[in-house]
C-alpha cells in the first residue's frame, strides 16, 4: 500500500513557475514510476509526466514538453514536477499516481496507476 501527498500548488501569474512535490510513502516506494495528472474544470484527466522508478525514464505531454520537468529524489521518496512559463491553460488540480512497471527504466501515461494521491489545485491566471 502506498500514500501519495501533492504539495506546492497555488496561484501564478502567466509566464510564472510552480514547483509541485510529491511525497510517496510504503515499503516499495522506491520501485514505483510516478505520473502527474491534471484534470480541469469540465474536462476530462490527461497525462502530464511521469517518471521510471530509477528515474532514468521521463515521458512528457505534448503540450508541456519544454515547459516541466519532473524529477524524483528516492532517498527522500519525493517526485517533482517543476513547470514554468505557465500559460492559463495550464490551471487544473494536479495528482500524483503510482504504478509499478516491471521495466525500472519504463514509465507511461497511459495505463497502470493505482495509487493516487488527493491532489493540489494550480491556477495560472493575471
Known amino acids: 500500500q502506498l500514500q501519495l501527498v501533492e504539495s506546492g500548488g497555488g496561484l501564478v501569474q502567466p509566464g510564472g513557475s510552480l514547483r509541485l512535490s510529491c511525497a510517496v510513502s510504503?515499503?516499495?516506494?522506491?520501485?514505483?514510476?510516478i505520473g502527474w495528472f491534471r484534470q480541469a474544470p469540465g474536462k476530462e484527466r490527461e497525462g502530464v509526466s511521469c517518471?521510471?522508478?530509477?528515474?532514468?525514464?521521463?515521458h512528457y505531454a505534448d503540450s508541456v514538453k519544454g515547459r516541466f520537468t519532473i524529477s524524483r529524489d528516492n532517498a527522500k521518496n519525493t517526485v517533482y514536477l517543476q513547470m514554468n512559463s505557465l500559460k492559463p491553460e495550464d490551471t487544473a488540480v494536479y495528482y500524483c499516481?503510482?504504478?509499478?512497471?516491471?521495466?525500472?527504466?519504463?514509465?507511461?501515461?497511459?495505463?497502470?496507476?493505482?495509487?493516487w494521491g488527493q491532489g493540489t489545485q494550480v491556477t495560472v491566471s493575471s
Open positions: 499516481a503510482a504504478a509499478a512497471f516491471g521495466n525500472q527504466a519504463f514509465c507511461t501515461l497511459i495505463t497502470g496507476y493505482h495509487y
Open positions: 517518471i521510471s522508478s530509477n528515474g532514468g525514464g521521463t
Open positions: 510504503g515499503v516499495t516506494s522506491r520501485f514505483h514510476a
